[in-house]
């Protein structure tokens, strides 16, 4: 394995507490394939099965449900979780390329039955099933908090609880958007224009600073205050 990924898997959510000698000794009886797309190539479709669990090694992916974009997952981002683990067994939504980009699948067979493969690494197979138990709970109260702002009355009170979601995720007022205004716009169900609208509003109420999908917030009490409407 090329020592770059390896670098990158040690970062990832999924081998969390694990050096290098472990990654690499691990990798092995649970990496399934690599594979390269091109920009708006589409990784699987609604109906689809899914090759495996996913870590985006290069790039960012687009996921679409009902010819809308919901989010976008980047580089070491982890892509299929909720798929592979559920009883369906099909995928729900669409994912494509948003540029050229490369990504690494892992087995679903590593993380539900004992490994087949007689190695001496238990101990890591346990620590890293334990990792992904704490990234879907993680994953299914972020959803939670999701649903919480998309109810929201408003589009104002929107936009302030995504901000103010992003800054307690990044435990910083400078931060940059994941989506970007399109995306950001489709996500909310709104045309982009509104959306603006809104962020120039912010922004002339000296709330926020903006450039593209980079953010500062100025006035944090006030964003929380819109947010809590």
Same mark, same amino acid.
Request: aromatic share 8%; net charge neutral; glycine share 6%.
């Given at each position: ?50 090759? +495996? ?5 290069? &790039? =960012?992916?687009?996921?679409?449900? #009902?010819? $809308? ?60 099933? +334990? ?5 879907? &709970? =993680?994953?299914?109260?972020?959803? #939670?908090? $999701? ?83």
């Amino acid at each position: 394995m090329e020592k770059a990924v390896t670098d990158l898997l040690c970062s990832n959510t999924i081998f969390n507490g694990l050096n290098k000698q472990q990654v690499e000794a691990v990798l092995p009886c649970m990496l399934k394939s690599i594979q390269e797309y091109r920009p708006e190539e589409c990784v699987y479709d609604k109906g689809d099965d899914v090759p +495996g669990l996913g870590i985006v090694l290069d &790039g =960012d992916f687009v996921i679409i449900d #009902n010819n $809308k974009v919901t989010s976008s997952i980047e580089k070491n981002g982890i892509l299929g979780e909720a798929i592979i683990f559920s009883s369906a067994g099909s995928n729900e939504y669409r994912v494509i390329a948003g540029g050229k980009a490369k990504i690494l699948f892992l087995s679903r067979d590593f993380f539900l039955q004992p490994c087949a493969k007689n190695c001496k690494s238990r101990e890591v197979h346990m620590e890293i099933i +334990g990792n992904m138990l704490r990234f879907l &709970g =993680d994953r299914t109260a972020l959803l #939670n908090k $999701k649903i919480s702002y998309l109810s929201a009355p408003d589009l104002k009170t929107k936009i302030a609880m995504y901000l103010c979601e992003l800054y307690e995720t990044t435990h910083s007022t400078s931060f940059t958007m994941p989506l970007n205004r399109d995306r950001l716009a489709e996500f909310f169900s709104v045309a982009r224009p509104s959306l603006s609208r809104e962020l120039i509003g912010l922004k002339n109420q000296g709330i926020i600073d903006f450039h593209r999908s980079s953010v500062s917030i100025i006035d944090l009490t006030e964003l929380y205050s819109i947010a809590q409407n």
